[in-house]
């Protein structure tokens, strides 16, 4: 499974565009990039996932260049409500896919 | 839809006790996952389900875990006896295929202290 590698945290204030970027140098041809938010004392909750380029939808943007060793989570104008953990996954997208969840990133908005 | 139930929400048990943990998962979903998440540990996957066979329990930290899926709108996470450093938020998920293709529905999670 590849590994995936985020920055532990992140600051930021409300109304400004975050960007949290995931390495993943050992992704595989048929791995799909998923990224989940956990609010504290919830379970995880799917956000958005792509394989290459650039994929939007009503939450969150997700950019993955050419060589897709990389891939950038977009929020644009995030709230206090958007203070999160956010994993970044690679997977496999045939059967038996494993779940393996970093430690994440710590987004803490701030007024 | 409901989503995914858990049951209980809370438990709070002495050390040496059976604990037993129970999850519905969304109807119409095939797949079925239990985590574990400590803060020193992180998420971790302990066993996936796949149409109620069990797939991958390499996660499962010892034989003090047991899991099963009788069916597929329940499943159960056994652990026998408890010991104190098995407390942590157990969450269960559910996803309409296996695969990392397909997103997971997590539950609300059961918060277990072993004492």
């Known amino acids: 499974l590849a590994k995936t590698t985020q920055p532990i945290s992140m600051d930021s204030y409300e109304g400004q565009e975050v960007n949290i970027t995931c390495s993943h140098n050992?992704?595989?041809?048929?791995?799909?990039i998923t990224w989940y938010q956990q609010f504290p004392s919830q379970g995880p909750r799917f956000i958005i996932q792509?394989?290459?380029t650039k994929v939007t939808n009503e939450v969150a943007s997700l950019f993955i260049p050419a060589d897709r060793k990389s891939s950038t989570l977009s929020l644009p104008r995030v709230s206090l409500s958007d203070t999160a953990v956010y994993y970044c996954?690679?997977?496999?997208?045939?059967?038996?896919?494993?779940?393996?969840f970093g430690a994440g990133t710590r987004l803490f908005v701030k007024a | 839809d409901a989503g995914v139930i858990q049951s209980p929400r809370h438990e709070v048990t002495e050390m040496g006790q059976e604990v037993t943990l129970r999850c519905k998962p969304i109807s119409g979903h095939n797949s079925l996952f239990w985590y574990r998440q400590t803060m020193m540990r992180g998420l971790e996957l302990l066993i996936y389900f796949n149409n109620n066979v069990p797939i991958d329990d390499s996660g499962m930290p010892e034989d003090r875990f047991s899991a099963k899926m009788p069916n597929a709108s329940f499943s159960t996470l056994k652990i026998q006896p408890s010991e104190p450093r098995d407390s942590a938020v157990y969450f269960c998920?559910?996803?309409?295929?296996?695969?990392?293709?397909?997103?997971?529905?997590f539950g609300p999670g059961t918060r277990l202290t072993v004492t």
């Open positions: 996954l690679v997977g496999d997208g045939t059967g038996g896919f494993k779940t393996i």
């Open positions: 792509g394989y290459k």
């Open positions: 050992n992704i595989a041809t048929n791995d799909y």
């Open positions: 998920a559910s996803s309409p295929g296996a695969g990392g293709l397909y997103e997971q529905y």
